[in-house]
Structures are given as structure tokens and as C-alpha cells.
């Protein structure tokens, strides 16, 4: 039986890892190659490369932590597919809002779309979360790690200030956003402690 479950939750990591690998690809076929050689041309470039650094450190801290999350998971349930892939969907739109948001980025309106779209992935990830410690327990490795989850909802705080400031200007918004990645970018250690 644990050999069961234990496929079951490296299916499911599987399954997820391809997902958001080809979300990864589908950011990067958007990029542009600079329309000329002068390093003016490359100016005109930054702000599509700081959006898409932002959404590609975006999918590789949810990455790593889906990773520690499933690693540390004891069993799966319907409830857990269901949420993980309730996180998969949201995540999926990010090259839409990164495509839209590196064109637009001096409007609020993408700015803010952009955030929304973060803000879900970020209640999603959440979600998926609870379905695993309900899943597993309340004394669970999963639930000793997440505790109150002060970091997670700090995200989801950051995320609608962001949405709100980004009427004000978006540069505002950028600004709640990377504070995000930020944030999450230093390990999360939580769970890789308790993986053993």
C-alpha cells in the first residue's frame, strides 16, 4: 500500500513538473530578438525581459515548492488532484498575462490582471495545501511544516496590494510583485526539513 501511494504522489509531482515545464516554454517562445544591434534596440527589450524574469522566478519557486510540498505528503486523495490541478490552471494562464503585461506595462489594466492571475495561483496553492493536510491529518508532516502559514498569506496580502496600487500607477504593483518572488525566493525550509 505505501508503495502505492507512493507512485501515486510521483505521478502527480510528474504530471506537474511537465506542466509547468511547458508553461516555462511557452513564456520563452515569446520572446523577441531586439530589432536591431544598437544597445538603444536592447532598451526597447527590458521591460518584456523584467516581466518574464518575474514570471519565470514566479514558476520556479511554485516548482520547488510543489516539489518539497509532494515530497512531503503521505498520501493523495481526489481532493488533492482536484486542488493541484485548480493550481495548474492558474498557473497556466501566467504566459497569457506575462505576454500581455511585457506589451502593456505602462497600463493599469494589465498590470492588474497580472497580479489577479498571481493572487489565484497563490489562494490555489493554498487550497492545495489544505487538501493535503485534511488528507493527511493535523499531526502530519505537511501540517507540523505549514503551520499558520504567515509566508503564504503575506503573498496573497502583497498580491492585492498590488492589484489595488497598480490603479495608482503600476509600477506600484511591479513592485508588491517582486516583493513576492522576493520573499519566496530565499528557501523555503519549512518543508525540506521534514522531508527525511
Same mark, same amino acid.
Given at each position: 500500500?505505501?508503495? %502505492? @501511494? %507512493?507512485?501515486?504522489?510521483?505521478?502527480l509531482e510528474a504530471f506537474s513538473?511537465?506542466?509547468?515545464?511547458?508553461?516555462?516554454? =511557452?513564456?520563452?517562445?515569446?520572446?523577441? @530578438?531586439?530589432? $536591431?544591434?544598437?544597445?538603444?534596440? =536592447?532598451?526597447?527589450?527590458?521591460?518584456?525581459?523584467?516581466?518574464? +524574469?518575474?514570471? *519565470?522566478?514566479?514558476?520556479?519557486?511554485?516548482?520547488?515548492?510543489?516539489?518539497?510540498?509532494?515530497?512531503?505528503?503521505?498520501?493523495?486523495?481526489?481532493?488533492?488532484?482536484?486542488?493541484?490541478?485548480?493550481?495548474? *490552471?492558474? =498557473?497556466?494562464?501566467?504566459?497569457? !498575462?506575462?505576454?500581455? =503585461?511585457?506589451?502593456?506595462?505602462?497600463?493599469? +489594466?494589465?498590470?492588474?490582471?497580472?497580479?489577479?492571475? /498571481?493572487?489565484?495561483?497563490?489562494? #490555489?496553492?493554498?487550497?492545495?495545501?489544505?487538501?493535503?493536510?485534511?488528507?493527511? $491529518?493535523?499531526?502530519? &508532516?505537511?501540517?507540523?511544516?505549514?503551520?499558520?502559514?504567515?509566508?503564504?498569506?503575506?503573498?496573497? /496580502? +502583497?498580491?492585492? +496590494?498590488?492589484?489595488?496600487?497598480?490603479?495608482?500607477?503600476?509600477?506600484?504593483? !511591479?513592485? !508588491?510583485?517582486? #516583493?513576492?518572488? @522576493?520573499?519566496? *525566493?530565499?528557501?523555503?525550509? &519549512?518543508?525540506? &526539513?521534514? %522531508?527525511?
Amino acid at each position: 500500500m505505501a508503495g %502505492e @501511494v %507512493e507512485r501515486e504522489g510521483q505521478r502527480l509531482e510528474a504530471f506537474s513538473d511537465g506542466v509547468m515545464a511547458v508553461i516555462i516554454t =511557452l513564456m520563452a517562445l515569446d520572446l523577441r @530578438v531586439p530589432a $536591431g544591434h544598437q544597445l538603444t534596440d =536592447l532598451e526597447h527589450s527590458v521591460p518584456s525581459l523584467l516581466v518574464y +524574469l518575474l514570471s *519565470f522566478a514566479s514558476i520556479g519557486i511554485y516548482w520547488n515548492n510543489h516539489h518539497h510540498l509532494l515530497r512531503a505528503t503521505d498520501r493523495i486523495s481526489g481532493a488533492v488532484m482536484w486542488s493541484n490541478l485548480h493550481l495548474l *490552471f492558474w =498557473l497556466s494562464l501566467i504566459p497569457v !498575462f506575462t505576454d500581455w =503585461l511585457s506589451h502593456q506595462y505602462k497600463y493599469s +489594466l494589465p498590470a492588474a490582471m497580472y497580479g489577479a492571475d /498571481a493572487l489565484l495561483c497563490g489562494v #490555489a496553492y493554498t487550497i492545495l495545501v489544505r487538501a493535503i493536510i485534511r488528507c493527511n $491529518g493535523t499531526d502530519s &508532516r505537511v501540517a507540523e511544516a505549514i503551520g499558520s502559514d504567515v509566508k503564504g498569506w503575506a503573498s496573497v /496580502a +502583497l498580491y492585492a +496590494l498590488g492589484i489595488c496600487f497598480a490603479w495608482v500607477t503600476p509600477w506600484l504593483a !511591479f513592485g !508588491f510583485y517582486a #516583493a513576492v518572488a @522576493v520573499m519566496w *525566493f530565499v528557501p523555503d525550509r &519549512r518543508l525540506d &526539513r521534514r %522531508e527525511l
